[in-house]
């Protein structure tokens, strides 16, 4: 069993940044593929981006490439969500997601969070 929480949210204006957190309970973090997802309201569950067990390899959704890093620090059992040039259609939910070997863009997560709001105003 995997527990993730995350963190960072909040309001901020266009153009600015934010970073998310998450933290995951358990020994074998380092062994999950993680991913982001975000819901906005009205709208279906969007994947945003994933990163493998080592960190080597990372997938972005086209809305996100260029402005979203995604990256881990196994020592901590955390992944983190960096997010710049913020839009106002970034508005949303973000949750974090853990699975083993989960293909790039895929929703097959084995393990959720309950999500941090993340507003951006224009």
């Known amino acids: 069993q995997v527990q993730l929480i995350e963190s960072g949210g909040g309001l901020v204006q266009a153009g600015g940044s934010l970073r998310l957190s998450c933290a995951a309970s358990g020994r074998t973090f380092s062994s999950y593929t993680m991913g982001w997802f975000r819901r906005a309201p009205g709208k279906e569950r969007e994947f945003v981006a994933s990163?493998?067990?080592?960190?080597?390899?990372?997938s972005y959704a086209d809305s996100v490439k260029g402005r979203f890093t995604i990256s881990r620090d196994n020592a901590k059992n955390t992944v983190y969500l960096r997010m710049n040039s913020l839009k106002p259609e970034d508005t949303a939910v973000y949750y974090c997601a853990a699975g083993s070997n989960v293909p790039a863009f895929s929703h097959g997560y084995d393990y959720w969070g309950q999500g941090t709001q993340v507003t951006v105003s224009s």
């Open positions: 990163i493998n067990w080592s960190g080597s390899s990372t």
